[in-house]
């Protein structure tokens, strides 16, 4: 998408919308914030937001606001069907990304306060222009302001009332706004690196990515070995990584790898030359999978039940869904399909956050509706959650912070999957929202 396309008076009045929603979250929160950057410039030059700017941004005092807050206003986001995208909770760089329609980015960005400025990694600005802050309306709402805000202006573009259409901060903004560029580097390269070892931390290869991190998840895929002619589907793959580990276990068991990014096709390829005994047993389709059959951006999408009817020859079925939230059209789309064929196995990881309305639920019941059971449930961030010990459930195995559960009860299910449970962490993007990260159910 083009950045700097004219936005509609309809796409204007859903970002006036949104941005009401967060105000009132921050709002009921009792957290000072202010109008920043683009959405300050139009409400002073345009008497409204910029057309063609694709974000909006609110300023905080982030000294103010500590972690317990910043999971607040998660909570409170989601419950206003806002969607996160990201999260970096450090002082001097807090940012959380929220969006509700696709044509514009909203960011809650942190100030920390220094004896002489309001700062960020990249910039800055003079505390005097926060200390009182002033008020205006804008459509509709009454939203706070850096005083002597024409000043404020001056100070951080020079000539504010031109127009100038860039991404690049360096180009916008006075020289005197920017931090040198060995601040710059202290403060936003080394996070990045200690981010990065973070990261890597659980990572370290890939045999330690399984063992650590997603062992169970694969145990859950690998419980059907045994059973005879097993199709694999893995969908939503970077690596065909649990393709490998499950034709491992079975010389039987065939896998379709479907993934629409060629990047991700190239890395797939490139993992699987070294198992050349492998060869004749996986077929890698470079296509989307969605709720209909279509084309957008050059990738081509193919429902489901396409794939399920043309390479099922009385296998037994094994899906495997890492789709951050698309898993929602993914089954809805083929959902009379599925409900109709027996011996299958679906193993989802679940994305609560990236769920709308009710959809997912209305999915999962009318599978249990039509036969299908929980056979597995993998918690996250906590081996045994509250509601899992509250409720009894047995655990049968553990890795890392995450714990195995076998024969839940559907009903649990369906009350629980999709309540978000956001937890901080170091890494993009900077936070979970499961309580459980994955489930496989069978018919």
Known sequence: MNDFFIRTNKQLSERNKTLQKIKKILDDLKIIFFL??????????????????????????????????????????????????????????????????????????????????LERDMYKYPSKFFSPLDNINF?????????????????????????????????????????SIFKIYIKKIIPRIKSFINKKRDQISLRDLFKK????????????????????????????NESIFFLRKNEFIKSIIIEPEKKNIRTIKKNLINYKTYRKRFKIINTGVSDKNRKQNQISFRKLDYFLKKYNKNNH?????????????????????????????????LNPV???????????KELFINGYKIKFVESETNVIPGEFKKNGLLLIEVMG?????????KNYILKNAFKPSFKLINFRPGFTSNCIHSIMIEK
């Open 354 to 364: 990236k769920y709308t309305n009710k959809d997912m639920y209305n999915v999962l």
């Open 213 to 240: 991190r997603e062992s169970l998840f694969q145990s859950m895929i690998n419980s059907n070995q045994d059973k005879i002619n097993v199709l694999f589907f893995d969908i939503g793959s970077k690596d065909a």
């Open 139 to 179: 459509l509709g709402k009454n939203y706070r302001i850096p005083n002597n805000v024409k000043d404020f202006l001056k100070w951080t573009y020079g000539d504010w009332q031109t127009e100038v259409k860039s991404r690049d901060i360096r180009v916008y903004y006075d020289a005197k706004a920017i931090n």
């Open 36 to 117: 920043e950057g683009g959405a300050l410039l139009g409400a002073i030059r345009n008497k409204n937001f910029i057309k063609w700017d694709h974000d909006v941004e609110v300023g905080v005092f982030s000294d103010r606001i500590n972690n317990e807050k910043i999971l607040k206003i998660l909570n409170k986001a989601h419950n206003s069907k806002l969607k996160i995208d990201f999260v970096d909770s450090r002082t001097n760089n807090l940012k959380i990304n929220l969006r509700e329609h696709d044509h514009t980015k909203f960011s809650i960005l942190g100030f920390k306060e220094t004896k002489k400025n």
């Open 317 to 349: 079925l094994v899906l495997k869904m890492d789709l951050e939230g698309r898993e929602t059209n993914v089954l809805k789309g083929a959902i009379k399909y599925l409900k109709k064929i027996k011996n299958i196995s679906i193993v989802i990881k």
């Open 401 to 409: 912070d995450r714990g195995l559960y076998k024969n839940v009860d």
